[in-house]
């Protein structure tokens, strides 16, 4: 597998990623591209990577600049929203386009848990540019769960907490307020896979379950025994749930 560093702009700023390649790949390769989840980086697609590689496929992932309390721009969370980490899937979507390794026809968008519910709006705002789409533990549920908090934009306050661990800002909520997910996925017509544990009590699996009928050509699969985000190595279901249907789609 080899590693090359590779960034793109994002307005004034540049959001900063990897470009892992086959070791002996050969003309344009299909690509994945990774979006992470909340507070995390793009290191935690490094676990899904080696196995994309060794199959055949690029892997892309890179930090939401505004995404991570561990990423490149500090604890900027409160500039962020799913929209922001949507506009910049697209531009990282563009850089890879133009890349003469990589075929632009086979572009897949990879998203966890916030980062899916980024990967899916990208994929639903710009649907020629992507070949598919996989989400795990997608959080489709993130307009519901905000308006059901905080009951009108009014009230939504400058910055709030998330989980007791993340301080986000009120364009974090405003942004997904008025968002239809169901009439807003409904424009990505090419396939889809929704990955979910059966054990996440963070995203119920039944709003990938629900997501699945959102989509015109989508399946949804309810791991077992596995939590949000299926930490730590991938689990061996999930990996050749995720091989097979980029094997037949890409």
């Known amino acids: 597998m080899r590693r090359n560093p590779l960034s793109f702009s994002c307005g004034e700023n540049e959001s900063k990623g990897v470009l892992l390649l086959p070791d002996a ?10 979006a992470h989840e909340l507070g995390s980086t793009h290191a935690s697609g490094t676990r899904w990577a080696r196995a994309l590689t060794e199959a055949g496929f690029a ?5 939401f600049r505004n995404g991570s309390p561990l990423g490149q721009n500090g604890h900027a969370l409160t500039e962020m929203s799913a929209l922001t980490e949507r506009d910049e899937l697209l531009r990282a979507a563009e850089m890879l386009s133009r890349r003469p ?4 026809r086979r572009l897949c968008l990879y998203g966890v848990s916030q980062g899916g519910m980024a990967a899916a709006l990208a994929a639903a705002a710009e649907p020629e540019r992507f070949a598919f789409l996989v989400c795990l533990n997608a959080a489709f549920d993130l307009p519901d769960a905000l308006r059901g908090r905080f009951g009108t934009p009014e009230r939504v306050p400058e910055r709030f907490r998330l989980f007791d661990r993340l301080t986000v800002g009120r364009r974090y909520a405003l942004d997904l307020w008025d968002l ?4 807003e996925l409904a424009r990505f017509p090419k396939p889809v896979l929704l990955l979910h544990g059966k054990e996440d009590t963070l995203v119920s699996p039944s709003v990938s379950e629900r997501a699945a009928r959102w989509f015109p050509r989508a399946e949804a699969l309810v791991l077992p025994g596995l939590a949000h985000g299926f930490a730590g190595a991938p689990p061996e279901a999930a990996l050749t749930a995720l091989l097979a249907f980029l094997k037949r789609n890409g």
């Open 25 to 34: 790949a050969e003309g344009k390769r299909p690509c994945v591209l990774y």
């Open 59 to 63: 892997f892309y992932a890179f930090d």
């Open 101 to 104: 390794e990589l075929d632009s």
């Open 180 to 183: 239809d997910p169901a009439a």
